[in-house]
């Protein structure tokens, strides 16, 4: 969306212009200009000195400026250069560092920051990554050597501010390719749904829809850019992906061959989609959370119709300052009221909107801690426990009083995913995150009933292979733990995982063992990074993707849980940079 910019000039021309058509003002101005200064007011304009004040007219003639759109110490790019710096940020740097670059699961990139660090400090440290979660992307060969020279310098320079998307712009991306009257009335293939898994493969911004049972790719379907999550119509029969470009896409699954029927574009960047669940309320609407514009966007559960469009700039939670830019991290959908929870990072507010009324939209805001980031519910599906990551904390809100519950401080920067769900030996039902920044997993105590002493307290520390763990999963059937280390820098350890035995977890400290995933898969080419584990509908085993670069090849390894050996490599040349897998089951019901 272009705007146009008026000159200083102009304005000023135009003021003037508008002062003498203006008839009150025209006579009284005239008058004002035949009078002839008093001795007095000429008086007013000598200097200190005595004489007349006579303005100088060259000042920018005599002074020497610089080179236009240079700064001393600040690189110029070409429009060109411009161009792919910012694709490359927006695809690989954006989601944790923000679109205006200030910060939250990453460190802010402001050029106040960046111009103390210096380019080669940037350089070293975009090629290298670090421990903490900042992935090599130099060094696993993900971005050139020439790639990494262009984002320090880009780093150097002003962020640009992307356009605004109302509610108008967010229409003309709306098409419905399959109406509802012409969709199945009933399901037309023998797919066993429950035990579907929907696989995003991030570079080629499309989603495999992949059988549990025979490991056979069913189709695969072209959406957003790097899809970040799929998520499931109460019904199980919609399957809603929205990529990080902000595209949502609406599959069927009921159709012959699954297929989208509708799609629509929320904002720039985005994150987060989630479907009614509240019972009477089943697949009414869904919800998208944008990255940018700040804002979330309530839609027609069949059609993606928008309905309502919200901005989420505001105060900070603690310093009550006003944030241009508070992302929409994730949404979940509440069992117990018709309400969508929408965590929003920057201000560190968790938003329960309740949809039974559009038109009169009621929101209940529950401060929490700021940069909230990924979550899920405990066991019974009550309380809500998210990752404030960037202040080591998570926040829990019991869905069914709709209030916050606890603040529980927590390792260096947690990432949960949805987190883990088991019962512990010692201290009852129990919910688990890893970290990002360090190689510990927190395990949260979940029972305010029957383990009241162990309830919203950290009980274990546990510790890891080491920082830079996206992902924690287990099974109400499974007595494992699973921790990946995707974004650390060791090669060894992005590309294994680490297993907890949970009767184990009632001793002092633990071991774990170690699945080379990457080894089993049989690549011999890239960094091989491991990441987020999901299980199949009966929890007796377990996949995970290893991901490689675009031009290299990537696979889906499936452990058997009880064996913990290998049980499957899946391999195809369509399996481009495969990230995330939903198995729709899991992801419906909410378990993990």
């Not at 162990?454 to 830079?468: C, F, N, P």
Request: proline share 5%; aromatic share 8%; with cysteine.
């Amino acid at each position: 969306m272009k705007r146009l910019k008026t000159s200083p000039l102009l304005l000023f021309v135009g003021v003037g212009a508008l002062l003498l058509a203006s008839p009150g003002l025209s006579s009284q101005a005239a008058a004002q200009a035949q009078q002839k200064p008093t001795p007095a007011d000429i008086k007013k304009h000598e200097t200190t000195q005595g004489g007349k004040y006579s303005p100088s007219l060259d000042v920018l003639g005599g002074t020497k400026v610089e080179e236009g759109g240079a700064k001393p110490g600040v690189p110029t790019l070409t429009a060109e250069e411009m161009q792919k710096a910012n694709q490359i940020y927006f695809e690989r740097c954006a989601g944790c560092h923000g679109v205006l670059r200030k910060g939250a699961t990453g460190k802010a990139l402001t050029t106040d920051i960046t111009h103390e660090r210096g380019f080669e400090y940037l350089r070293d440290f975009i090629s290298y990554g670090s421990p903490a979660g900042m992935p090599n992307w130099g060094g696993s060969g993900q971005l050139s050597e020439a790639e990494v020279e262009l984002m320090a310098k880009y780093l150097l320079l002003e962020p640009a501010q992307p356009p605004e998307f109302s509610l108008a712009d967010i229409k003309k991306t709306w098409t419905v390719s399959v109406p509802v009257e012409k969709r199945p009335a009933k399901k037309e293939n023998d797919i066993d749904l429950d035990n579907l898994f929907s696989v995003t493969l991030r570079d080629s911004g499309e989603v495999a829809l992949i059988d549990g049972a025979s490991k056979k790719i069913i189709t695969i379907i072209h959406t957003g850019y790097a899809v970040h999550i799929s998520r499931l119509s109460a019904s199980g029969r919609y399957l809603y992906a929205i990529g990080r470009d902000g595209k949502v896409d609406l599959i069927d699954l009921w159709m012959k061959v699954p297929d989208k029927v509708a799609e629509i574009k929320i904002g720039a960047e985005a994150r987060s989609v989630e479907t009614s669940k509240m019972k009477g309320w089943e697949d009414k609407y869904a919800i998208a959370g944008a990255y940018w514009p700040p804002q979330y966007v309530i839609m027609d559960g069949a059609t993606l119709e928008p309905k309502k469009v919200v901005s989420t700039r505001g105060m900070t939670v603690d310093t009550q300052e006003f944030h241009p830019e508070p992302r929409v991290a994730s949404i979940v959908a509440s069992h117990y009221h018709p309400e969508f929870v929408v965590n929003v990072k920057e201000t560190g507010q968790i938003l329960l909107v309740n949809y039974s009324n559009l038109d009169s939209l009621s929101v209940t805001t529950i401060g929490a801690e700021r940069f909230l980031h990924d979550g899920g519910f405990d066991s019974t599906g009550r309380y809500f426990l998210v990752a404030a990551n960037a202040r080591n904390t998570v926040a829990v809100v019991d869905t069914k009083e709709r209030k916050l519950t606890a603040l529980i401080k927590t390792g260096t920067t947690p990432h949960p995913g949805r987190g883990a769900n088991f019962v512990h030996p010692k201290y009852g039902p129990v919910w688990a995150t890893s970290h990002l920044g360090d190689e510990t997993i927190s395990i949260i105590g979940t029972d305010p009933k029957k383990h009241k002493d162990h309830a919203w307290k950290v009980v274990q520390t546990l510790e890891g292979q080491g920082g830079g763990s996206l992902f924690i999963k287990t099974h109400p059937n499974s007595k494992n733990l699973y921790v990946d280390t995707t974004l650390n820098p060791e090669a060894e350890i992005a590309s294994s995982v680490a297993v907890f035995n949970i009767a184990d977890l009632a001793n002092e400290s633990p071991e774990y063992k170690v699945l080379p995933i990457g080894e089993w898969s049989g690549i011999q080419q890239g960094m091989r990074r491991v990441v987020q584990g999901e299980y199949n509908k009966a929890g007796d085993e377990i996949w995970f993707s290893v991901w490689n670069a675009k031009s290299q090849e990537s696979a889906l390894v499936v452990v058997d849980d009880k064996t913990l050996t290998l049980k499957a490599v899946i391999k195809d040349p369509r399996l481009i940079t495969p990230t995330g897998k939903f198995n729709v089951y899991n992801t419906r019901k909410d378990v993990y």
